[in-house]
């Protein structure tokens, strides 16, 4: 069964600090694109960062730019996000992603497989 499980959110003031953490496990997940996704209540499911299969590309929401960093490590199979200087406004529960293909996109359509999310909650 392949799972993607994520760890690692809380509660932080603004301007804090938290690492996001995906496991993969069922298989690996080296040859696949990756990325984060987060939710706001009321508000749709919107891409933060995205990984392509080997790490060598990245991709930023324009939101987070400068303030977050995405990672994997293939041989651990597994992902992060680095998220510094939280803002009140990145409240949301964060998933992990990973689509069928090297490469993938913003669009959450182009992912296959989702953790069941981790809340991230920043308060001002």
């Known amino acids: 069964q392949v799972r993607l499980v994520e760890s690692g959110g809380g509660l932080v003031q603004a301007g804090g600090s938290l690492r996001l953490s995906c496991a993969a496990s069922?298989?690996?997940?080296?040859?696949?694109?990756m990325g984060w996704f987060r939710q706001a209540p009321g508000k749709q499911r919107e891409g933060v960062a995205r990984?392509?299969?080997?790490?060598?590309?990245?991709y930023y929401a324009d939101s987070v730019k400068g303030r977050f960093t995405i990672s994997r490590d293939n041989a651990k199979n597994t992902m992060a996000l680095q998220m510094n200087s939280l803002k009140p406004e990145d409240t949301a529960v964060y998933y992990c992603?990973?689509?069928?293909?090297?490469?993938?996109?913003?669009?959450?359509?182009?992912?296959?497989?989702w953790g069941q999310g981790t809340q991230v909650t920043v308060s001002s």
């Open positions: 992603a990973a689509a069928p293909s090297f490469n993938a996109g913003w669009d959450s359509s182009d992912y296959n497989n």
């Open positions: 069922g298989r690996t997940f080296s040859r696949n694109a």
């Open positions: 990984i392509n299969w080997n790490g060598g590309s990245t």
